[in-house]
């Protein structure tokens, strides 16, 4: 092993993720064996230790000592990101007012322009929310609704 792995003082397990990211090209290097070449980030917290680091998912495994959580979550974050540029491209059906409306997971999302801005509106069950705040774009509008209702899921850790 090498980097972080052979100083004294740094843990090996006990670690939790407390955050990912996706660099979407492999252009991390994992702090914790500095050889990881990583695309996915994943942020690990120790009590024991002053800074989270960022490592791949190889490292991640074993600081969490975990096989599973780790892969999981990349895939859960590659999943959204292809959901969420999906999205704007949806069957989205334009209304005899012009607003802009798709209904899928039991809600009912509308964009519409409002003099030169776009808003955005979301029926979940019978209540609308939204509508306050100005898009300059149909494509801000409707990526606005898909991060409210559909946000990154908080990473999970077998050691919480
Ligand atoms: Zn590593």
């Keep these: 092993m ?3 792995w052979d100083q ?3 843990p090996h397990k006990g670690w939790r993720c407390v955050g990912m990211e996706d660099l979407e090209e492999p252009t991390g290097r994992c702090e ?10 994943h942020f690990m917290d120790h009590d024991d230790h002053p800074t989270a680091l960022e ?3 190889v490292c991640a495994e074993k600081m969490e000592d975990d096989l599973v959580g780790p892969r999981r979550r990349e895939r859960g974050l590659l999943n959204q990101a292809r959901r969420r540029r999906n999205w704007v491209t949806r069957q989205w059906r334009t209304s005899a007012k012009g607003n802009l409306t798709l209904n899928t997971d039991g809600r009912r999302f509308v964009v519409r322009l409002d003099g030169r801005h776009w808003k955005a509106h979301l029926l979940d069950g019978e209540r609308w929310l939204g509508g306050r705040k100005r898009f300059d774009s149909e494509e801000a509008a409707k990526l606005a609704l898909f991060d409210f209702v559909f946000p990154v899921e908080a990473p999970t850790s077998a050691h919480r």
């Design 2 to 4: 090498t980097g972080l």
């Design 55 to 57: 490592v791949g998912c």
């Design 32 to 41: 914790m064996c500095g050889r990881e070449e990583i695309r996915y980030v």
């Design 8 to 10: 004294p003082g740094v």
